[in-house]
Structure formats: structure tokens, C-alpha cells
């Protein structure tokens, strides 16, 4: 995952986990390994958002309806059979 201005030790994501924003933001993601010291993994992410108590009891379920609703929003922008919500919403 990507946040600038110092990744995960960052005042910006520091500032985006103290207002719950993180909820909301877009994160640059990758598949590989941190490209630079703007990246970190999502378990680094995790971890410090399980510090900052902002996770639920579930997260997996929690990152499924986020995705849920991610699938919903989509279909607003894009429209119910585009490619980007799999055809479905």
C-alpha cells in the first residue's frame, strides 16, 4: 500500500487513522514488495490500525463489506454491467 510523505510512520497516514479518513481513502496498492519507503504491507496497516483500536472483531469480515460497498459505488460511477463491478452489483 501507498501513502506519501513517510508511508506508514507518515504524518499523513498517522493523520488518516486518527480521523477514521482511512475508511474512506483510496490506497495505491501493489503486489510485490514496497517499492519505497512511501509503501508498506497491508499487515504493517493492519497492525497499526489494530494499535489504534479502529478495527472491528472481524476484520476479514469488515474488508469484505467494504469491498461490498466498493462493488455498489462502482456501479453508480460506471454503470450496473461494466467490467470494473464484474457485470453485477
Known amino acids: ?3 506519501g510523505s513517510g508511508g506508514s510512520a507518515g504524518a499523513s497516514l498517522q493523520h488518516d487513522i486518527d480521523t477514521g479518513q482511512w475508511r474512506e481513502m483510496a490506497f495505491q496498492v501493489t503486489d510485490g514488495l514496497p517499492p519505497n519507503s512511501n509503501w508498506f ?3 504493517d496497516f493492519l497492525q497499526r ?3 489504534a ?14 469491498l461490498q460497498t466498493a462493488i455498489v459505488v462502482l456501479a453508480r460511477v460506471a454503470g450496473e454491467g461494466s467490467v470494473a463491478t464484474g457485470g453485477r452489483c
Open 49 to 51: 490500525l489494530a494499535e
Open 41 to 43: 504491507t497491508v499487515d
Open 1 to 3: 500500500m501507498g501513502r
Open 53 to 66: 483500536g479502529q478495527l472491528e472483531e472481524d476484520p476479514v469480515h469488515a474488508f469484505r463489506a467494504s
